[in-house]
Every structure is written in structure tokens, then in C-alpha cells.
T-cell receptor
């Protein structure tokens, strides 16, 4: 069945560092890909999405590109802030939304 | 616009007891989802409703879990009897439509269940 594998966490960075969280997927067909974020004490929120190969999703300085050849959708941000501390989930959707296990990110000032 | 509402936010019960969770989706959203999120894992879909009909309940443990969405608005998820492994956060989400085309799912804050 469909599955998503994320980079193991937790990840701790200093403010203004470059961020990459790796995500690879296995799916039949051509799924849509997503990154969700869960801030402390809040519900899951959609961060960005891409619906076809080579699409780039972006939001709040975060980017991810749908790479069909490597079945990947890595999340990147050039300069992280303390407010980016959260749990990040990679997900795909073909018939239903399937999530990775999540990566906890902590940014220190 | 009000978001997805869930209650209670926290629940502690003993094994073999029953528990029920309530969800009120965003007004006008036809599709409602219940997810189970075990600590350290991503959310897993339990059941999807389109209006008041079930679209997908393939991962719902039907011997102990049940859900209903009467009148196509609010929904209730019940566990009876609870087991230790049911300890998790139960998330409700809603969207305008389901499988036909992509519509963003909006998530509620979740109910954290602890089974002792």
C-alpha cells in the first residue's frame, strides 16, 4: 500500500540555519504530496502542497519540490526562526491521506 | 470562520470502559474524517464520511470502534470497550468534498485519550 517515510527526528538547529527534512514515498499512480505542520498546542495545518511531478509548493519561506524520479518531497527553508519549532508531517494522497511519522523540529535562539 | 471543534480535549479512562468523542466540522463541509494519532506516529485514517454516508472505514476496528454522522453535520466516535493500545490523539478533520478532487482538510485540535 501507499506509504511515506520521513527523516528521523528530533532535529535541533540554531536560528538562521538552513533546514532540510527528507521525505520519500511509495505509491501507485500519481499522488498529490503535502507537508503539514503541528505547532505546540494546535491542530494540524497544511503548510504546502504539490499535485504533479516537478511542481514546487511554497509557503512561509518553506519549499518542497515533487520529484517523481526519486519519489521524494523534501522540505527546505533557507533561514529558520524560533517560531518554526513544531512537528512536521509529510503526507501523500491518492485514495486517502497517508502521513509519515513526523519530524520534531526545535530552533534555538 | 470557525474551525473544526472537538470535545473533550482530554479523557482518561480505565481499560474496558467506553468513551465517546464529538466533532463539529466547519459549516458547509460535506466530508468528515476521523484519524487516530499514536504517540510518535503520523495520523491514520479511521473513517471518512461524505454527508452522512460512510465512504471508507477499512481501518476502523469495528469490533470496538463505531462512528456516526447523523444529519450530515456533527459526528461521534465511540470506543467500547477500550484497550490500552487505544491511547492516542483522535483527530477530526473536514473538507468541502472528498475524493473527487482535492480539497484541503482542516483539522481540529484533537482529543487526547489515555487508557489506564
Amino acid at each position: 500500500g501507499d506509504s511515506v517515510t520521513q527523516m528521523e527526528g528530533p532535529v535541533t538547529l540554531s536560528e538562521e540555519a538552513f533546514l532540510t527534512i527528507n521525505c520519500t514515498y511509495t505509491a501507485t499512480g500519481y499522488p498529490s504530496l503535502f507537508w503539514y505542520v503541528q505547532y505546540p498546542g494546535e491542530g494540524l495545518q497544511l503548510l504546502l502542497k504539490a499535485t504533479k511531478a516537478d511542481d514546487k509548493g511554497s509557503n512561509k519561506g518553506f519549499e518542497a519540490t515533487y520529484r517523481k524520479e526519486t519519489t521524494s518531497f523534501h522540505l527546505e527553508k533557507g533561514s529558520v526562526q524560533v517560531s518554526d519549532s513544531a512537528v512536521y508531517f509529510c503526507a501523500l494522497r491518492s485514495q486517502k491521506l497517508v502521513f509519515g511519522q513526523g519530524t520534531r523540529l526545535t530552533i534555538n535562539p | 470562520e470557525a474551525g473544526v471543534a472537538q470535545s473533550p480535549r482530554y479523557k482518561i479512562i480505565e481499560k474496558r470502559q467506553s468513551v465517546a468523542f464529538w466533532c463539529n466540522p466547519i459549516s458547509g463541509h460535506a466530508t468528515l474524517y476521523w484519524y487516530q494519532q499514536i504517540l510518535g506516529q503520523g495520523p491514520k485514517l479511521l473513517i471518512q464520511f461524505q454527508n452522512n454516508g460512510v465512504v471508507d472505514d477499512s481501518q476502523l476496528p469495528k469490533d470496538r470502534f463505531s462512528a456516526e454522522r447523523l444529519k450530515g453535520v456533527d459526528s461521534t466516535l465511540k470506543i467500547q470497550p477500550a484497550k490500552l493500545e487505544d491511547s492516542a490523539v483522535y483527530l477530526c478533520a473536514s473538507s468541502l468534498v472528498g475524493q473527487v478532487s482535492y480539497n484541503e482538510q482542516f483539522f481540529g485540535p484533537g482529543t487526547r485519550l489515555t487508557v489506564l
